[in-house]
């Protein structure tokens, strides 16, 4: 697959022939203006209401995994990771009209698709969208599904911090190692006059600045 954005082109062949329903739609990945993939989610979708081709656009998904995003101060903050940034996921059945819709809709920059070169002249051909294996779809929402929740947090070894709670609060030290998926790191604490390395949690810490 190729992922680009070039001029529009003449689909009507690939889907004169299709019945509008929705065993016949397919997914499609749609590459959008890197932040922007709710605005496109939310615009998509009313347009294929304003322009009355909901009853081929069916299913506009961003997949996303649960994250927890461990602040400065310790506090916690739940939200979504999207699994592939950049892009969505668009169920529909494709014909010139919902081509249409979706490639004028703000900040959307191409079909993922294969890309076709010109017969004359220079320069890059358009891009065909390419409907995606169901196999792989499934596959994506699945691993979506079943992730386990990532923390996150704003600190890296020889970060300086401050120990907020437990027997070592109060005490200052340096960071030596981060261990997100047990939402703890290792500090070296200097105890008894000696640096000791401890294990925290990311609750139990404040990064100084």
């Known amino acids: 697959m190729t992922f680009t954005s070039e001029e529009p082109h003449n689909l009507a062949a690939v889907g004169d022939d299709v019945a509008t329903t929705v065993e016949s739609a397919q997914w499609y990945a749609v590459q959008v203006a890197s932040g922007c993939e709710k605005r496109v989610k939310t615009n998509l979708e009313q347009r294929a209401q304003t322009l009355d081709v909901a009853n081929r656009i069916f299913q506009v998904e961003i997949p996303q995994t649960p994250a ?118 290792k500090a070296l604490l200097s105890i008894f006059g000696r640096d000791t390395p401890v294990e925290l949690e990311f609750n139990q810490v404040q990064k100084q600045s």
């Not at 529909?92 to 490639?103: A, H, L, S």
């Not at 017969?119 to 499934?138: D, I, T």
Request: charged share 30%; no cysteine; aromatic share 6%.
């Open 68 to 185: 927890v995003k461990v602040r400065k101060d310790g506090s916690r903050q739940s939200l979504e990771e999207k699994v592939f940034p950049g892009y969505v996921l668009i169920r529909m059945v494709m014909d010139d009209e919902t081509w249409q819709v979706i490639k004028n809709t703000p900040n959307v920059i191409n079909f993922v698709g294969a890309e076709q070169k010109r017969r004359y002249g220079r320069g890059r051909g358009h891009v065909k969208p390419m409907p995606l294996n169901n196999a792989e779809v499934e596959r994506i929402f699945k691993q979506a599904q079943e992730q386990k929740t990532v923390v996150k947090i704003d600190m890296a070894a020889g970060d300086k911090i401050l120990v907020l709670s437990g027997p070592f609060k109060d005490f200052e030290g340096e960071v030596i190692e981060v261990s997100p998926e047990r939402s703890k790191l």
